[in-house]
Every structure is written in C-alpha cells, then in structure tokens.
C-alpha cells in the first residue's frame, strides 16, 4: 500500500486549506460542545437567577425605605439560606446544593476583577479637579492606606492572640470543607477548560522524545478525540522499513535470537556506546493542529468575532456601540491577562485593560466625529438590569427627551458585577467553621474601622483643603463599590471621586498589600489577619486575588469586605451620625 506524505501547515492547495478549515472547525465544536453549553447555557441562566433574586430584594428594600444594595443584601440572605440549609437539610444535600451554585457563581468570582474595570474607564469623565488638591488627595490615600492597613493587621492579630482562637486548629472540618469546596476547584476561563499540558512522547527507556513540529501547541485539548496526537508507541521499537535497510534500535542490546543472528555482541555493545538511531515521529495532520488552537482559543475568537461580525455593522450603522465596546472591554482584559508575572506586580490587569479600553474607544468615536466623553457616556449610560427591570429611568428618559436608552457595555458589566458580589457568599459558607472561631477578631476590628473611616477622614481631609464632596468621598475610601455608592448617596459625597479612590484602593492591596503584610511581620499562615486586612481595606479586588492564592483568606476577606461596608451603609442612613459627618465639613 502506498503511504502517501501529510501535508505540512502552509502547504497544499487552496481546496485543502479549506477542508482543514473546516475540519478543524468541526472538530474544535466537538472537543468544546460541553464547554460552550456550560458557557453560553448554563451560566448566563444561573447568573439571570441570581440577578431575579437580587432584583426582588431591591424592590423590597425600597419599599420599605431602606439605601442598602440588593446584592450584598442577596450576599448576606444566600449565606444565612446556606447555614440553615445545612442545618435542615444536612450537609450532604447542601453541598450538591453549592455545586449547582458554583456554576455561574464560581464563574462570576472567577472574573470578577473583569467587572470593576468600567470604574477606571469611566475615570475621563471626573470634574477637573486642581493639581493642588490632587497632591492632596494622593497623600491623604497613601498615608490613609497604610495607617489603616496597619492598624487593622495589628488588632486582629492582637485579639487572635488575646482570645486563644490563633491557636485553634480545625483540621478535620477543613479537610471535609476543602475536599468538597466547589469554589477551591482549578480557575477556568470561558470556553477555556478543555486543555491540558500535553504527555511528552518516551522511548523504551522512559528519556523523552523531542517533537517533531515545534508548531504545535504547548497545550492540547484533553479529549479522546485528540488521542491521535499521541506519537504511537510501535515507533520505538523493533525494526522499520526505509527503502531495503533495516535499521534496528539500538538504543538497548537485542534479545530477539533471530535479529541477534550474525551480529557480534561486541559490535552491538559498540554501537550502544557510540550512536543510538531514534525515528522522528510525524506530525499530527494540519486540522487537529489548527483545531487544538482553536479549542484552546475559542473565547477569543468569540468575542473577536462577535466585534468584527456584530459590534461593527451595528455600531456604524445604527450607532448601537454596546457589542462593539463590550468585545473590545473583554479582549482588552484578555490581553492584559498574558502579561508576564512580574510585569503583573505593578500593571495590575485592570490598569492596563482599562487603558486600553479608553485608547481603543477614543479612536473609534473620532471615526463618527464624537469627542472621548460622548464616547464614554454611550459606554455607561447607567442603564443596569435594576433600572431596566423596574422601567424607571427608561420612562424618565422618554418623556424628558423622547428618546429611549439603552445599555451600554459598563452597564453590562456592572450588572454582572452584582452576581459577583451574591457569589462571595460561597467560599464564605466554605469556611463557615473558620468565621466561626474567629468571630471576635473579625467584628471587633470592622467596628472601629468603620467608626474612624466616618469621623476621622473627612475632617482630616477638609481641614487641608479638599472641598467638602470629596472629603466626605473618603469616609467610604476602602468599602467595595457596591456598598460605597449607596454610602455616598446618604452623605452626599462625591461619586466620581468615591469611586477611583475604592477602586485605586483595592488594586494597591492586591499590587503590594501581601508584601505591606510582610514588611509588618504578619506570619504568611496567618490568613485571619491577611484576610480581614485585605477585605476591609481593598474589599474586592483583593478578594479576587485571595480567591486564587489563599481561598480561606478570601473567605474571611469576603465577610469583612461585606460586614466593614455593612456597618458603614448602616451608620450612614442613620440621620444623627449622618448630620454629625455631615457637619464636620460644614454642610
């Protein structure tokens, strides 16, 4: 039978360019069909519960009166739901119950850092403010944070020491929670779960073999399918045919008598010493190549397709430019994420995706004649689900100018970010027997950080010179931006300035906020004292960090993140304290 050559990539006629096209595109649908069900089906449902859920409890907080978020009321009510579950239902039901959960849950946590990034592209539009005052501001930030870090760093360690609870171990609980947490699982991206570090091909001997084709990808889809991939294993032993030689392995001494016949053992010695024949396997045919790329890549050329394809025809011709935004906000964090390691340590992605973002935007609106701002405030025209939903600031918007809004891609976003939040409430349940014995050292230090955050920064900022919005801004410094809003919106502090301050707040914890905590001796197995002094001063961010470095540190970052902001929101709708604040920057 005549074996004919394989083509090699970048050969071949056009006709069989394109079967293996479309070969590797069947065949990257089929190693990702789980993947994009579990993506596209499954998640986006989960998350549209969590946002239904999180829609009703607004609906019935303002009902009553009441300036807190829905998600981090949804975010306290699941974990509560959880513990009583678990106490009604046992532990084996709720634990399937937390699988089901983690789907979109795990998910949104997974990206969530993806989701604070229209806070920083949104930056462009802030009042001007005077260079005078920005110095101002930066001090106050920098000194505030480190003060604050530290403050809260030694006082939780403190208690830990004074109430016995740092030397409490639970390892039987931990390992019972830790072997069934679905949220400590390896992070996945989108579409991006289905590969695997490839087996290096091995000869008899176990030395590995060299690959033949440096194309192909470091990482291969780990499915059946692509068993074809692996080099066959009757290439390494016995003889093989080239033209009428017979070359045998001589990388062992042969125990065939047959093929030993003839040859003397010293000249088979010999030749193991000097040369040892390998055969070079082939190369994998040009579809499998192209679709284990695809496979690995599916989410950027999703999202890149969805921009070219959906984003441009709609944004030049209608002027829609949510697609289009959304897409270039997504594979701008993408990009940001292939950073290498150590550039990571002072570009935080965030950073880098947010600037590009705005970079990316500008050129677009000069394109159709709009200036930055005009360009921006299509990004996020404050249309969340909230809004949507409830069909308020839609009416408002058509009777006032006749004209209906729509969404924009920050908005998109800032509506997931909500089911983030809900989400933090299961690696808080994770933990719960953690949280439980270390009760004291968590509520104490969120107490008095709050009630210094309230009193103690606008007076300190307003004293200097920072106008009164800004300074009461501070008192809302390290609360996440979900809890940070309403705060502001009871004070009646300045938005614009709330928000950076938050965000640039959670990404200086995740950026130097472990090596602060080492400078100030804070033993790394500590992840009390990590925990609760990330989350009450760089809330979210910081949390999303942990959640991928130290999962029991997250937990206890979650629960201080939410109860330091909590306590704030609280205090806040409380008129008296609330008048109090107030006048300390004479409003």
Aim: a positive charge; glycine letters at 6%.
């Amino acid at each position: 039978m005549l074996n004919l050559p394989r083509s090699t990539p970048g050969r071949g006629s056009f006709v069989e360019v394109t079967t293996d096209v479309l070969l590797s595109l069947k065949l990257a649908f089929s190693l990702s069909r789980h993947s994009l069900l579990r993506s596209w089906v499954q998640i986006p449902f989960g998350i549209t519960l969590m946002l239904l859920a999180s829609f009703a409890v607004d609906v019935l907080l303002k009902h009553a009166h009441v300036s807190f978020p829905a998600s981090v009321a949804c975010l306290i009510l699941l974990f509560f739901g959880l513990l009583l579950s678990e106490l009604v239902l046992g532990n084996h039901r709720t634990k399937a119950l937390t699988k089901y959960l983690d789907v979109p849950g795990g998910w949104s946590l997974r990206w969530i850092s993806l989701f604070f990034t229209p806070t920083f592209v949104l930056l462009p539009l802030s009042p001007p403010i005077g260079a005078v005052e920005v110095v101002k501001i930066i001090a106050v930030f920098v000194i505030g944070i480190i003060v604050m870090m530290a403050l809260t760093a030694y006082m939780t360690r403190s208690l830990q020491l004074l109430t016995g609870s740092s030397k409490r171990h639970s390892h039987v609980e931990r390992a019972e929670e830790l072997g069934t947490s679905p949220t400590t699982d390896e992070p996945e991206m989108p579409m991006s779960n289905l590969t695997t570090r490839p087996q290096t091909p091995q000869d008899p001997q176990g030395q590995p073999v060299p690959e033949s084709d440096s194309s192909v990808p470091s990482r291969i889809p780990s499915s059946a399918a692509l068993d074809t991939l692996a080099v066959p294993q009757s290439l390494y032993h016995g003889s093989s045919d080239f033209g009428n030689s017979t070359i045998l392995n001589l990388g062992q001494t042969s125990q065939d008598p047959i093929l030993s016949v003839g040859i003397p053992s010293d000249t088979v010695a010999s030749a193991t010493r000097t040369s040892v024949y390998r055969q070079v396997p082939l190369p994998p045919p040009r579809s499998q190549i192209w679709a284990t790329y695809i496979a690995a890549k599916l989410d950027w050329f999703v999202y890149g397709a969805v921009g070219l394809l959906i984003g441009l025809p709609v944004y030049y011709a209608t002027g829609y430019a949510m697609p289009l935004h959304l897409s270039v906000t997504i594979l701008s964090f993408y990009m940001a994420l292939t950073l290498p390691q150590s550039w990571k340590r002072f570009l935080h992605p965030v950073l880098v995706s947010a600037f590009s973002t705005v970079m990316t935007l500008w050129v677009m609106g000069l394109t159709r004649n709009k200036s930055l701002n005009d360009t921006l405030q299509e990004y996020r025209t404050g249309l969340t689900y909230l809004q949507l939903w409830e069909g308020t600031r839609t009416t408002m918007t058509q009777k006032s100018s006749g004209t209906s809004i729509r969404p924009g891609a920050g908005d998109i976003l800032a509506t997931i970010l909500d089911a983030s939040i809900v989400s933090l409430a299961l690696p808080m349940y994770t933990y719960r027997r953690e949280l439980k014995h270390h009760f004291t050292s968590i509520v104490v230090p969120n107490i008095i950080l709050s009630i210094g955050s309230l009193f103690a920064y606008p007076v300190l900022c307003f004293a200097i010179g920072i106008s009164a919005e800004r300074s009461l801004a501070f008192a809302a410094r390290s609360l996440t931006l979900a809890l940070a809003r309403p705060a502001m919106d009871n004070l009646g502090g300045d938005v614009n300035t709330v928000s950076a301050v938050a965000i640039m707040s959670g990404i200086i914890g995740a950026l130097v906020g472990g090596r602060m905590l080492d400078f100030m001796r804070i033993p790394e197995d500590d992840y009390v004292t990590r925990g609760v002094t990330l989350g009450a001063n760089s809330s979210a961010i910081a949390t999303a960090l942990l959640l991928q470095t130290d999962p029991r540190a997250a937990a206890l970052s979650s629960l201080s993140m939410s109860l330091f902001g909590t306590i704030t929101v609280l205090f806040t709708a409380i008129p008296a304290i609330r008048d109090v604040v107030r006048s300390m920057v004479g409003k």
